[in-house]
């Protein structure tokens, strides 16, 4: 999916350079290739993420092996991305969720950046959609 694909780079940049987010957001529109994104979910992507980070952490912390200050800000970048949708985009199914922050770890993430990506998000799902996650799952 572009928009998370541009939404995570976006984040990743943000974290860098800690530049406003309206700036960044305004970067991305110029990008030639944003016109292949569905331009109005990564705009709710990359400015309502930001403004959710407390409850997102909250969320994720538990199922973290260290600080989330002390993941690489690509794999983090990819976490805030899909805890943002986990909690607040619940008509996306939380596998689509998983499996599309998998591809973009596969892709831009360390090398077992997708394994740690997928068991941090399926632990998080099973709190965070209980209802969703069939029970024999749990």
Known sequence: NWARRFAMQALYQWQLTKQDIGLIN?????EEDIGKADLAYFQELLQQTPLRLDVINKALDPYLDRPIVQIDPVERAILWLAGYELLF?????YRVVINEAVELAKTFGAEQGHRF??????????????DEVPPQQR
Do not use: M, S
């Open 89 to 93: 985009r619940i008509d996306v199914p």
């Open 26 to 30: 305004a970067q991305f529109l110029t």
């Open 117 to 130: 990506i997928n068991g941090v998000l399926d632990k998080a799902a099973h709190t965070i959609r209980q």
